[in-house]
Nanobody, 118 residues
């Protein structure tokens, strides 16, 4: 079935690093734009980073630019988020998102929790 499964969330100290993974199934991953979002309780879901289907274009939120890197491996149907120099304000649930080539279909994962202690 169509799904996105995230992994890699953990509890880390400030300044630490984590790599999140999102494995896709049930759709043609290589044609979809992939993104990572994050959300904390009571707040809206915020875009963290986006990568185009061919990985030739990326977009980052100002708050993570220079610290986070989004990448993808279309052969493995997987998108990654490398997070370095983590800060307590990066604490959130991180969700994987897929958007079809013409915007007709969106897919969300269930999320993985990242907690950064000070």
């Amino acid at each position: 079935q169509i799904q996105l499964v995230e992994s890699g969330g953990d509890l880390v100290h400030s300044g630490g690093s984590l790599r999140l993974s999102c494995v896709a199934s049930g759709f043609t991953f290589s044609t979809y734009t992939m993104s990572w979002y994050r959300q904390t309780p009571g707040k809206e879901r915020d875009l963290v980073a986006t990568i185009s289907s061919s990985a030739d274009s990326t977009i980052y939120a100002d708050s993570v630019r220079g610290r986070f890197t989004i990448s993808r491996d279309n052969a493995k149907n997987t998108v990654y988020l490398q997070m370095n120099s983590l800060k307590p304000e990066d604490t959130a649930e991180y969700l994987c998102h897929a958007e079809s080539p013409y915007g007709g279909l969106e897919i969300w994962g269930l999320g993985t929790q990242v907690t950064v202690s000070s």
